[in-house]
């Protein structure tokens, strides 16, 4: 079966842009949860959405924001880049919860 | 509030020796899960092993198995028989577990150990 998917692998954008991610879970999971990880840190929560719905949020500014669509995958938006943006993001999906979460291989943002 | 500390922030091991990585958390909690996480530089997160904290046998996956003490709130990871392909960052991870309708799974993770095997 296919783990998590995320799109893109990479990508580079400037300050003030905004960003879209994308996070297909695992077949017949409903829940898919973001994190930030910044470079040599453990990564932070940033959302969990379970059956389209907000089920919990990080402390992270509302410049990000994130969807669940009804075949369960996401997207995570943020707007007005800035520097400290820079990170890798990733997608953990589970089958409800409380429940073990499975990683992404994750998008590498930059921001200059 | 929980929190994770992972004490070794780097370490070596002799491929085919044993290593040990700890880890020790904090939480007013009872009901809760434990994770190990390996990141290798491909930095796909790849969960490793999981504990109940209701469960008091220690899991075990393969050549990975852990010492839960949940009385001193500990957590360590050994890795037996190393291999090269186990070079990578280590993340002891904590959640709780609620079924709260309010509720919401957020996992929290140490600040990592990088581990090298050595041939």
């Known amino acids: 079966d296919a783990g998590v998917t995320q799109s893109p692998t990479h990508l580079i954008k400037t300050r003030g842009q905004h960003v879209t991610l994308r996070c297909s879970p695992i077949?017949?999971?409903?829940?898919v949860s973001w994190y930030q990880q910044v470079l040599g840190q453990g990564p932070q929560f940033i959302f969990q959405?379970?059956?389209?719905?907000?089920?919990g949020r990080g402390n992270f500014p509302d410049r990000f924001s994130a969807r669940q669509f009804p075949n369960y995958s996401s997207e995570l938006n943020v707007n007005a880049l800035l520097l400290g943006d820079s990170a890798l993001y990733l997608c953990?999906?589970?089958?409800?919860?409380?429940?073990?979460?499975?990683f992404g291989p994750g998008t590498r943002l930059t921001v200059l | 509030a929980q929190t994770v500390t992972q004490s070794q922030p780097e370490m070596s091991v002799q491929e085919a020796e044993t290593v040990t990585l700890s880890c020790t958390y904090d939480?007013?909690?009872?009901?809760?899960?434990l994770f190990w996480y390996k990141q290798p530089p491909s930095r796909q997160m790849i969960l490793v092993i999981r504990q109940e904290a209701y469960k008091q046998q220690n899991a075990t996956e393969n050549r990975f198995s852990v010492n839960f003490q949940k009385a001193a709130k500990s957590f360590s990871l050994k890795i037996s028989d190393s291999q090269l392909g186990d070079t990578a960052m280590y993340f002891c991870a904590f959640m709780h577990l609620s079924y709260m309708k309010t509720s919401y799974d957020k996992v929290i993770f140490g600040p990592g150990t990088s581990l090298s095997v050595i041939p």
């Open positions: 939480t007013s909690e009872n009901n809760y899960y």
């Open positions: 959405y379970y059956e389209k719905e907000e089920r």
């Open positions: 077949s017949g999971h409903k829940s």
């Open positions: 953990a999906s589970s089958l409800g919860y409380p429940d073990t979460q499975y």
